[in-house]
Nanobody
C-alpha cells in the first residue's frame, strides 16, 4: 500500500519561509518522479515543482527562484523549501509520486499578516 504523508504546512507572514516534507512508503522511492502540486479554492490542482529520478527539476514560473524541491532517497522523503512567500501562495499543497499516480492528503499553507 502506497502512502504519502505531508507535513510542514501552516500560517506564515508574507516574506517568510516554510519547508514541506513528504514521507513515502510502499513505492520504490528512488525510481519515481516526486512532485508538489497546489490547489486554490475552486481551481484545479496545478504543478508547483517536480523532481525526476535523474535529478532534473521543473518549476512553475510563479515559484521559480523562491521554491526549491529536493529529495532524500535514504529517508524516502521529498521536500519543498518555500522562501519569500506571498499571499497568493496560499493553497492546499499536495505531494505526488509517479507523475500523479499516488497522492498525499494535502497540507494547508496560508500566507497572511
Amino acid at each position: 500500500q502506497v502512502q504519502l504523508v505531508e507535513s510542514g504546512g501552516g500560517l506564515v507572514q508574507p516574506g517568510g519561509s516554510l519547508r514541506l516534507s513528504c514521507a513515502a512508503s510502499g513505492i520504490i522511492f528512488s525510481r519515481n518522479a516526486m512532485g508538489w502540486y497546489r490547489q486554490f479554492p475552486g481551481k484545479q490542482r496545478e504543478l508547483v515543482a517536480v523532481l525526476i529520478s535523474g535529478g532534473s527539476t521543473n518549476y512553475a514560473d510563479s515559484v521559480k527562484g523562491r521554491f526549491t524541491i529536493s529529495r532524500d532517497n535514504a529517508k524516502n522523503t521529498v521536500y519543498l523549501q518555500m522562501n519569500s512567500l506571498k499571499p497568493e501562495d496560499t493553497a492546499v499543497y499536495y505531494c505526488a509520486a509517479g507523475w500523479g499516480t499516488w497522492w498525499g492528503q494535502g497540507t494547508q499553507v496560508t500566507v497572511s499578516s
